[in-house]
């Protein structure tokens, strides 16, 4: 395990050069006053993953606590639906908190206390992210802000409440739309007032640097594991790896691990809402075009005054209108590709896994779930298809009976 989390940095992939750039995406862009708070984590984060205590304490913790390694799962009545390649599903879904956010939140918490912080302070979309650092901070006794839209607020309830019990401050933002966007102003101003005292922690591999290669390498830990179990348990490596795409972190953890395998494709998976031809979706990579947003350079949607647009997927942790600078690095150059697959599908994908196999997966991984079952069917049964189940649908039952009535 040491080695494995040594090893992540070595790619030119995922380790940027000093102006935080990957290729022509990425950089550390914005507040003349926060250049200084991340010059100082970007230190903090690269001594500490050299440190045998940091790294046997993320050991622990992962294996104690998450409950890692995460299995693989061969999805047999899954494969034998589609009629083609065998899927193959890592189970992140089984990790403590339900989805793969707790790996970089308990990295991410821990590097707070080591760098003296005693508050971490975060904004949430849906509450996946204020769930999972909230768990962290509980666990580390550490000060957690989450700043969260009113109207997030009132749709994501057991979120909310999941955080108040953990012992979070909630901050409601009402200004604008009183969504992700608003919250993600509102959490960086409380962060530039008290930046002595607290880190803000990223939810996905977005943002200026060091944030995308950090939240990347506590990701990491997915695609190394996964590459090891894979071939033990079926002696060869993949065809394809498939992991849903909203900022890119669990995607950019799956991938990480087989960046060095030429014979493996792999593939990104954006939602494509309610069809590409229409304004209702969240496709970054497919329909964006190369622009600024939150602090850094990537693909991004933009509405007809240039700035990012509203966006819309069926699986809020999905409608982001950026992604990770990593995954437009590796679209440049040819090394992973993007895909989109729309609301519809992803519900099928959410029913056929719940049916077949007795899992219900996050509409987020319904995503990478529903290009498999795509896919599968014109591959050989020799072939494998190995799809990272980034988290559990236990938050999207009530959402999906109302779209589906049994
Ligand atoms: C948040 C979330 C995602 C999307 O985030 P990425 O950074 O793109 O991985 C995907 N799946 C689940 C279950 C999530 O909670």
Redesign the pocket.
Known sequence: MIQIINSYGLHPTTQPDADGLYGEFGGKIGHPQLAKALAELEVGFHEIIKNDDFISEMKRLRETYVGRPSPIYHAKRLSEHCGGAQIYLKREDLNHTG???INHCLGEVLLAKKLGKTKVIAETGAG??GVALATAAALMDVECEIHMGVVDIKKEHPNVSRMKILGAKLVPVSEGAGTLKEAVDSAFVAYLNDIENSMFAI???VGPAPYPEMVGYFQSVIGHEAREQFLATTGSLPNKVVA????????MGMFSGFLDDETVEKIGVEPAGEGLDTPNHAATMTKGVKGEIQGFKCYVLLDDEGQPAQVHSIAS??DYPGVGPQHSYLKDSQLATYEAVTDEECLDAFMALSRLEGIIP?L??SHAVAYAMKVAKDMSPQDTILVNL??RGDKDIDYVLEKIKL
């Open positions: 989805a793969h956010k996946q992210h939810g996905s591999v849903c795409v909203g900022g890119g972190s669990n995607a942790g999905l996050a987020e991984s980034s988290g």
